[in-house]
């Protein structure tokens, strides 16, 4: 059986497909957008948290620590990067739970079983289990395994993707996935490799390559002011999706800085600075302008 590294089961999601739907987030991504909301996402192995508003100053982990990696300073702990193997001695022997570390191998057993007790909010709602990430594309073996035994189970199967990947991987899910929600960010390469470390002909020929098997596909577009909302983006991108067959649904995610907390608590530089989340107005014009493309737009998840 195939393990794979995930950062959050999240119950009663709303937002991220049709109907209540279980929401599992992978760990690693090949992308690193400046905005990203998931921070604890981006790479594949576990991160250390601390956080300084619970510790006391016991020293419990700096008496722990086999490498010593920990010292006390007027900041609090501090902890030497180079040092620290991650072996999580100091968070279990933490008083305080001032430790944490975010991302778990887990086996598809593990996960299913969380996935399945849900089922009748499923059947009620018209929901099911979504994929997501980081990157859930990353980790193909441990994926495709969990759509194979959702699809047993009859539980609707949603990934949400960069699309970033490998297309015979992106088929072989494909073949197991009712839904996809696939993000298209930019439709210039060089601005879209600035801000997101990647150039997109793959995102976006692997989303041609779907579009053309007759995958059932929802795209989501994260508006971020000063990157992708302006006119000529906006016409190319919805140029682009209109060509694709069978796809018309889009859907705008306005972009918000609340996330900025969770890159200060895993010492993860922010790097969009300076950027307001556009008005209301602002997105009804960019929803308008897609609409003349042909598509049904619609703004939120
Ligand atoms: S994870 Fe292990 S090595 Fe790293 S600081 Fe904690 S006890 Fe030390
Ligand atoms: S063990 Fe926990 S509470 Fe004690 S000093 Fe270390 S981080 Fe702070």
Redesign the pocket.
């Known amino acids: 059986m195939e393990t794979g590294v995930i950062f959050d089961i999240k119950k009663y999601a709303i937002h991220d497909g049709p109907g209540i739907r279980t929401t599992v987030f992978f760990k690693g991504c090949p992308l690193s957008c400046w905005w990203c909301h998931n921070p604890e996402g981006l790479t594949m192995s576990a991160q250390r948290l601390?956080i300084k508003e619970r510790?006391?100053?016991?020293?419990?982990?700096?008496k722990v620590c086999p490498q010593e990696a920990n010292s006390?300073s007027p900041r609090g702990?501090i902890t030497d990067q180079s040092k620290c193997i991650k072996c999580r001695t100091?968070a279990q022997?933490?008083?305080?739970e001032?430790?944490e570390f975010i991302g778990k191998t887990s086996t598809v057993d593990d996960v299913v079983r969380k996935i399945e007790r849900d089922i009748i909010f499923y059947d009620e709602s018209n929901g099911g289990v979504t994929f997501s990430g980081g990157e859930p594309l990353m980790q193909p073996g441990f994926l495709l395994e969990l759509l194979d035994a959702c699809g047993k189970l009859e539980i609707h199967r949603t990934v949400d993707t960069a699309g970033y990947a490998d297309a015979k991987i992106l088929m072989s899910v494909a073949e197991r996935t009712e839904l996809f929600i696939y993000d298209v960010k930019h439709m210039d390469s060089e601005k879209h490799k600035k801000y997101t470390g990647v150039s997109n002909e793959q995102i976006l020929s692997n989303l041609e390559l779907l579009a053309g098997h007759g995958a059932n596909i929802k795209v989501r577009i994260p508006i971020i002011p000063g990157f992708n909302n302006d006119n000529e983006n906006i016409d190319r991108t919805g140029s682009f999706i209109s060509s694709l067959p069978g796809v018309s649904n889009v859907n705008l995610l306005k972009y918000h800085d609340s996330a900025i907390a969770k890159y200060k608590k895993i010492g993860v530089k922010y790097l969009l600075k300076n950027v307001s989340p556009s008005s209301e107005h602002e997105l009804e014009s960019i929803k308008k302008r897609l609409r003349k493309h042909g598509l049904k737009v619609k703004i939120g998840g």
């Open positions: 601390y510790c006391i100053g016991c020293g419990e982990c700096i006390l702990v100091c022997a933490c008083p305080s001032a430790i």
